[in-house]
């Protein structure tokens, strides 16, 4: 299956005017971490012919690459937009729209002083063991961990049993919360022996600013479909955004069957 742009109708004319479709990708258009199905894919160009489509994932494009562009396939051949890092990378019919990085919005100053808080903290800590990479540096955050990101497959368990008692995470948060109040960072745990540190609102919804410039507000009907929907999930933000219609998704196969509803596919 060849894809390009050009065999779609330009965006501010299909058929279903003025409405975006947006889809978390893991759980959502593949099975987590998982490559994409071709009958999802044939359904999405399919889609494609009626409204405007688009991904919105949390990890880099070369992972949404790897498992949307499957035979030879370019992600951005298959999407209208294509948000990166929740649109930190952002693509628009296979054009670059501005990009923005943790770094860039915090500044090194400020960044150093957090780095070197986070470092001489971990350096006090007296866990059982500890390995290397405690700080990860992303393009949209940085990683911390306090036993260190080379730790073992067995390490991670052990740490994370170790946490659950200790609350070493939990604390280090609250103490990161007091030192730097004024930052705007948000603090997500959301694995085993790390958290997450991003600025406050670079979540899902940052996307949107690049769906509502288009046209000056062309789309008056965003569709957000997304399987962490629940309080907590990494879709839950979008989800409840005002400004686009939220669907909970269980499964891809579920996502097709609505998409079928919704679109008379
Ligand atoms: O997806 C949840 C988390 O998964 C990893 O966390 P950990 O290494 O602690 O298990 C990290 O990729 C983290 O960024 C992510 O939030």
Redesign the pocket.
Same mark, same amino acid.
């Given at each position: 299956m060849a894809v390009a742009a050009a065999q779609f109708p330009p965006l501010f004319s299909r058929p279903v005017a003025n409405t975006i479709c947006l889809f978390d990708v893991d759980g959502t258009l593949t099975p987590a971490r998982r490559h994409v199905s071709p009958e999802m894919l044939g359904l999405l160009q399919k889609l494609r012919e009626k409204v405007v489509i688009g991904f919105v994932g949390g990890s880099d494009l070369v992972k949404q690459q790897e498992q949307l562009g499957v035979n030879g396939l370019n992600v951005v051949d298959l999407f209208d937009f294509c948000f990166a890092e929740n649109g930190l990378t952002a693509i628009r019919l296979g054009e670059n729209l501005p990009s923005n990085s943790f770094i860039k919005w915090l500044g090194e100053e400020k960044y150093k002083k957090l780095a070197n808080f986070i470092l001489h903290y971990i350096a006090d800590l007296d866990l059982p063991v500890k390995r290397g990479t405690f700080i990860e540096f992303r393009n949209g955050m940085i990683?911390v @961990?306090p036993i260190g990101?080379n730790a073992s497959i067995q390490e991670r368990h052990d740490y994370e049993a170790f946490d659950k008692t200790t609350n070493i995470r939990r604390d280090f948060v609250a103490a990161l919360k007091k030192e730097f109040p004024d930052y705007g960072l948000t603090y @997500?745990i *959301? *694995?085993?022996? @790390?958290f997450?540190v991003f600025p406050t609102g670079w979540d899902k919804t940052y996307c949107l600013q690049h769906v509502l410039k288009e046209g000056e507000g062309y789309f008056k009907e965003i569709h957000f479909f997304g399987d962490k929907t629940y309080n907590g999930g990494n879709d839950y933000e979008i989800f409840m955004d005002p400004r686009t219609i939220g669907h909970t998704v269980t499964c891809p196969e579920d996502t097709m069957a609505e998409l079928r509803k919704l679109f008379d596919l």
């Open positions: 990683n @961990s990101r @997500s *959301g *694995g085993q022996i @790390s997450d």
